[in-house]
């Protein structure tokens, strides 16, 4: 698995303002949605495109388009959910499938209560949006099942990584012949006992949503 840190002052100048726990959910949201653009920009370095030939008004010349099948993007509910008008702008050919997950506050064990993605995905470059990378059960799995249904590769964007998510990511995918990449803005320093990322910036989907409590 390749893991990529964007960094950048103007993505780090973002994050703190995300994590600071003074800014309110419609700054949050906004703040998310342009960060995403930011980090699908390296993300999205090896998408496949064709060659085209076009005219310009002043003569012939060739250019690229994006290829076909087209990219898959898949936002974890609901956190994920957050990225994805930022990546679709960017990448306005891809298709979209979604993944419901969530993580079980005690075990901290993932479970998928909704899936709706094409079932054959065998050529497709497949994005995955989720803000945080914490113990990286969450993305371990739903990376998986990108990979069991034959995506071409997987690319990961997260706001956030934790040290721990980051190692069990690179744990599952070793041996993998399918390219695994984790683009994030940053990488934190550990886990606390709750499973949240230190400093991180709390619960993401909570603070989008601006879910009490
Ligand atoms: O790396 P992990 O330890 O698996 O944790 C990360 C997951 O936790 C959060 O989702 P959550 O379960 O809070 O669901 P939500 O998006 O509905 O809030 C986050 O958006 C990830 O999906
Ligand atoms: O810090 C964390 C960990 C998991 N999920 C979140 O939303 N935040
Ligand atoms: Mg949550």
Not at 31 to 52: I, N
């Amino acid at each position: 698995m390749r893991i990529h840190v964007v960094d950048h002052p103007l993505v780090a100048h973002k994050l703190s303002t995300l994590r600071d726990e003074r800014t309110d959910s419609p700054t949050f949201r906004r703040l998310a949605d342009e960060l995403v653009t930011l980090l699908a920009y390296e993300a999205t370095r090896d998408v496949l495109v064709d060659q085209v030939v076009l005219r310009t008004p002043v003569s012939e010349t060739t250019g690229v388009k994006l290829s076909y099948p087209r990219p898959l993007v898949v936002p974890i509910l609901r956190a994920g959910l957050g990225m994805l008008d930022g990546m679709v702008r960017l990448l306005p050919t891809a298709e979209v499938g979604f993944l419901g997950m969530i993580r079980d506050e005690g075990t901290l064990q993932p479970s998928t209560y909704a899936t709706r993605m094409p079932d054959d995905l065998t050529g497709r470059q497949a994005y995955v949006l989720d803000p945080m990378l914490a113990t990286g059960g969450t993305l371990v799995a739903a990376t998986q099942l990108l990979i069991d249904r034959g995506a071409r590769d997987v690319t990961a964007l997260c706001l956030l990584a934790a040290p721990e998510g980051v190692a069990l990511m690179q744990e599952a995918f070793k041996d993998s012949s399918v390219p695994v990449t984790v683009v994030t803005a940053a990488v934190d320093e550990r886990l606390n006992e709750h499973g949240y990322i230190v400093p991180g910036l709390g619960d993401a989907g909570d603070r989008l949503y601006g879910t009490a409590g």
